[in-house]
């Protein structure tokens, strides 16, 4: 393309690139309604987490640039979205209200073509999948700094639904109001966590101010809607979703501020190229005992990259231990590791097999 081309004639080929763009996006949006009418008469699910892997991973690599492979993620993430939306519309309950991190992990995962509608506890979550009111769930399960989360860690031990996805989302706050503008603030108010997150940076900025805990960052968002003199901490999507403006964004006290997500549904997600296996256990009480239940995943190699104890309820000092590792449990090497465990469990219970969100 040579230098001295003026912006009118570069701009014309923009949109002569962009009428070809359409074209093969509808192209391939007519071959999705094909496949979805393929899975119709076989029974088949529309959403295939590990088919949807395989093409961001293919596309992420084949882009030589100046677009990172991470943009052409989202970019595609949005285009399956929209042709999954032509096969059949994919329902998906995520806990919280709307603009929480939750609602921001289920629309980074599934896109905006999907239904995404709220719940307000984790147990709700859980209960509109089973019965089939959601096709999906998404749950929070930890934080990189506050850690993980019982009531989800409770919710898969009970329920017979498996985890298909999971999401990693980095969390950053903003400082919301009304008018965007500081010199408005009385109060500044949020969820504790995002507070707690946020500590250093609204006692340097704003130190006189009154500092108040509410019950979610969407409901200081709400707030903020409704009060001039309130900010609120709460995600980016607050701002579209509330009507709201920036004062500051990214106003974490540390940038490394990570919350993981699960996708819950009646599936068994097939292998793709990079999984993980998330089971739970309890052994009886014996010196060495853990040790013992791990070392068929050393003798094989298996990389476990997360365990987790929980105390058993009405058994005191008893243990169930989550247990995440790399591999699905369809292939060979897993499935003869967690044979070999499952032998000495007095409980066991496979979450689920589905591709590794990292």
């Known amino acids: 393309m040579s230098r001295n081309e003026s912006v009118d004639v570069l701009r014309k080929k923009i949109d002569q690139i962009d009428e070809k763009v359409v074209n093969l996006l509808n192209d391939r949006a007519a071959l999705a309604l094909r496949i979805g009418q393929s899975k119709s008469l076989s029974n088949q699910e529309v959403y295939a987490p590990n088919r949807e892997e395989e093409i961001f991973r293919r596309l992420s690599g084949l882009s030589r640039g100046p ?68 096709s999906f769930g998404v749950v929070p399960i930890e934080n990189s700094t506050e850690g993980v989360v019982a009531h989800t860690l409770d ?106 997500f699960f996708v819950i549904g009646k599936m068994n997600t097939k292998p793709s190229r990079r999984d993980k296996t998330s089971l739970v256990f309890s052994a009886k009480d014996k010196p060495g005992v853990l040790h013992q239940m791990l070392q068929p995943f050393a003798r094989s190699r298996i990389n476990l990259c997360k365990i987790e104890s929980r105390p058993i309820k009405n058994k005191p000092w008893e243990y169930l231990f989550f247990l995440d590792l790399l591999g699905h449990r369809e292939q060979p090497v897993v499935k003869k590791a967690i044979s070999l465990l499952e032998k000495n469990c007095v409980f066991f219970k496979i979450l689920g097999s589905y591709p590794s969100g990292r």
């Open 155 to 260: 919710c898969l031990v009970e329920s017979e639904l498996q985890i298909c996805g999971e999401i990693f989302l980095d969390i950053h706050h903003n400082l919301l109001s009304r008018s965007g503008r500081a010199q408005d603030v009385r109060r500044v108010i949020s969820h504790p966590q995002a507070l707690a997150q946020c500590r250093g940076w609204v006692t340097a900025h704003f130190p006189q101010i009154t500092v108040e805990e509410v019950a979610s960052t969407a409901h200081a968002a709400i707030a903020a809607k409704n009060d001039g003199s309130v900010a609120a901490i709460s995600s980016a999507l607050a701002k579209e979703v509330y009507g709201l403006e920036f004062i500051a964004t990214n106003i974490e006290d540390r940038s490394n501020n990570i919350t993981r």
């Open 67 to 134: 677009l990172p492979g991470a943009t052409i993620r989202s970019i595609y993430r949005e285009v399956i979205s929209g042709c999954r939306s032509l096969e059949a519309p994919l329902h998906v309950v995520f806990f919280g209200a709307e603009a929480t991190y939750s609602h921001l992990a289920a629309k980074e995962k599934f896109g905006s073509a999907a239904v995404l509608r709220p719940s307000a506890t984790i147990p709700e979550v859980f209960q509109e999948v089973t019965q089939e009111r959601a």
